[in-house]
């Protein structure tokens, strides 16, 4: 089993940045890759960006290049979120996943979750 513990949400305003963290425990070295999700009230879950953890690689959603940056450190099991010139369309809950086999966008893949930071922009 992986733990996965998210942190660093909160209110911020448009144009604002927020960094989250995303802390893994236990099985960690079954983890191929972690990613980070989010999800806004109504809609479905969706693909923010990836990362391959022995290589670094990483994968983002087209709309969000150049706003948002993913990174990890082997050192600490913790991969980060940098968000930057935030929009209120980026309000959601914040979701981390790990996965034992690939990235990918598609949630279902994902085996382990966390349990969600929320991220509230306003305008």
């Known amino acids: 089993q992986v733990r996965l513990v998210e942190s660093g949400g909160g209110l911020v305003q448009a144009g604002g940045s927020l960094r989250l963290s995303c802390a893994a425990s236990g099985r960690t070295f079954s983890v191929y890759a972690m990613g980070w999700f989010r999800q806004a009230p109504g809609k479905e879950r969706e693909f923010v960006a990836a990362?391959?953890?022995?290589?670094?690689?990483?994968h983002y959603a087209d709309s969000l290049k150049g706003r948002f940056t993913i990174s990890r450190d082997n050192a600490k099991n913790t991969m980060y979120l940098q968000m930057n010139s935030l929009k209120p369309e980026d309000t959601a809950v914040y979701y981390c996943a790990a996965s034992k086999r690939y990235w990918t966008v598609t949630p279902g893949v994902y085996d382990y979750w966390g349990q969600g930071t929320q991220v509230t922009v306003s305008s």
């Open positions: 990362i391959s953890w022995s290589d670094g690689n990483t």
